[in-house]
């Protein structure tokens, strides 16, 4: 501190002395936090980018298997948009969901989905969750995942279930 600010500081009344203190102990506060938000966000990203990218392996493999993806890769684009039109914001359209997961024909049209999907952020309901909504409005980055986050946000157990049993009656080896 200079000098000149320290004497400015020091002929402040006590009260003032009070408000300057505690407005610098919030901003240094508020500057901790939003760091540690950065960190912790940027991490979430890669956590939830880590899906995408296994499926991006798997399927080479499949490729190389002979095993390729039934679709257009903006056929899948278009498919994850179902399901986060389906499931974003209030209420779960689930028949959407499910005619999604019906249209796929192999273990490689999944994981296509799933690399299509990506990560994407949802908007919480207001009227169920207020508090979630309100932190949305702030940073709408704030909820967000992978296709198997935003199925398990949105869906019950029965009704993973009932998408697990679709892909498995196409003889699909993969569960959400």
Do not use: H
Not at 66 to 84: C, D, E, L, M, R
């Amino acid at each position: 501190m200079s000098d000149k600010t320290y004497r400015y500081y020091k002929d402040l009344p006590p009260w003032a002395k009070g408000i300057v203190i505690v407005g610098g102990v919030a901003i240094a506060g508020y500057v901790v936090i939003k760091i540690y938000n950065n960190i912790k966000a940027s991490k979430d990203k890669k956590e939830a980018e880590k899906l995408s990218s296994d499926a991006q392996k798997e399927l080479a493999s499949l490729k190389m298997r002979g095993i390729k993806p039934t679709y257009s890769q903006s056929q899948y684009v278009s498919y994850a948009n179902k399901i986060v039109v389906a499931l974003d914001s209030c209420g779960s359209d689930t028949k959407a969901v499910y005619n999604v997961f019906q249209t796929m024909k192999n273990q490689a049209d999944i994981l296509s989905l799933i690399v299509a999907f990506g990560v994407k952020y949802y908007q919480p309901c207001a009227a169920s969750s207020p508090i979630s909504y309100a932190r949305y409005l702030v940073d709408d980055k704030t909820f967000g995942g992978n296709l198997s986050t935003w199925l398990s946000y949105d869906l019950s157990e029965s009704e993973l279930a009932k998408i697990n049993k679709i892909l498995s009656d196409k003889k699909i080896n993969y569960n959400f």
